[in-house]
């Protein structure tokens, strides 16, 4: 029987315990961890699902993934780390931040709904382009909208530096100078560079929703996703 690996027995430590990636692999190089009663010193052994770890004799079972939605404010920035601007993790002051990513990044200047989470593969159906999960914007522009541009999103515009059309998306016009976007990929800059292959710029940018998922959370503000919410991402495969 085969069975499935689950992560590095460093990370499994750390996803197991309040231990960091330092204090995890001397536990290991120091003989504390076994695997199936053996000692383990080799920090990158696989952990496969049927395996049982302890730690000075301790059982360990991993932390449940977690997965949070918040409302990003302007002027943060979605990696772990300040750079010139703070991160948004900062506002997030329970658990290990260290292991959470965003889920589809936004810039620097753009607010709204932001997903997080330590899972992976949850993310991945978020963001690969062949799930189809749609993310919808509120644009500000700086000119008003032409009329041709319904009909040219939905289609697909060709990006400077890119090979391929920009996938299907849906325009909604609100009032001249504001629409609704939906798109179902992620490339660098899209929203903007969609705006600016029409002639036109983004002067302001929101996300209000991915998936089934609206924002419904204060500037600043975080709360974890509910079951169903979780589960919305990994039953939708168009
Ligand atoms: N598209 C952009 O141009 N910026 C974002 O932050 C998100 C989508």
Not at 48 to 62: A, F, K, S
Request: hydrophobic share 35%.
């Amino acid at each position: 029987m085969t069975y499935v690996v689950i992560m590095r027995l460093d990370k499994f430590i750390c996803k197991s315990t309040q231990l960091t990636k330092p204090e995890a692999i001397a536990m290991i190089e120091e003989g504390k961890v076994n695997i199936n009663r053996d000692v383990v010193t080799a920090v990158s052994t696989q952990v496969h699902e049927n395996n049982q770890v302890t730690l000075n004799g301790i059982l360990l079972t991993l932390r449940p993934f977690r997965y949070l939605i918040m409302n990003k404010p302007a002027n943060t920035i979605c990696s772990n780390i300040d750079e010139a601007y703070p991160s948004l993790f900062n506002y997030i002051t329970e658990g290990n931040n260290a292991e959470l990513h965003v889920a589809g990044r936004l810039d620097a200047d753009t607010t709204g709904l932001v997903l997080i989470t330590d899972n992976g593969s949850w993310s991945y159906n978020i963001i690969t382009p062949s799930k189809k999960c749609e993310k919808v914007y509120r644009v500000g522009l700086r000119k008003p909208i032409t009329e041709d541009a319904t009909e040219k999103f939905a289609i697909g515009l060709q990006l400077q530096g890119e090979s391929q059309l920009t996938r299907p998306a849906k325009l909604e016009i609100i009032t001249s100078k504001e629409v609704l976007l939906t798109i179902t990929e992620g490339k660098f800059h899209q929203v903007k560079r969609m705006f600016s292959a029409i002639g036109n710029k983004v002067i302001s940018l929101h996300r209000e929703k991915i998936g089934e998922i609206t924002l419904d959370v204060e500037e600043g503000e975080w709360r974890y996703l509910t079951s169903d919410e979780i589960q919305s991402f990994n039953l939708k495969v168009k």
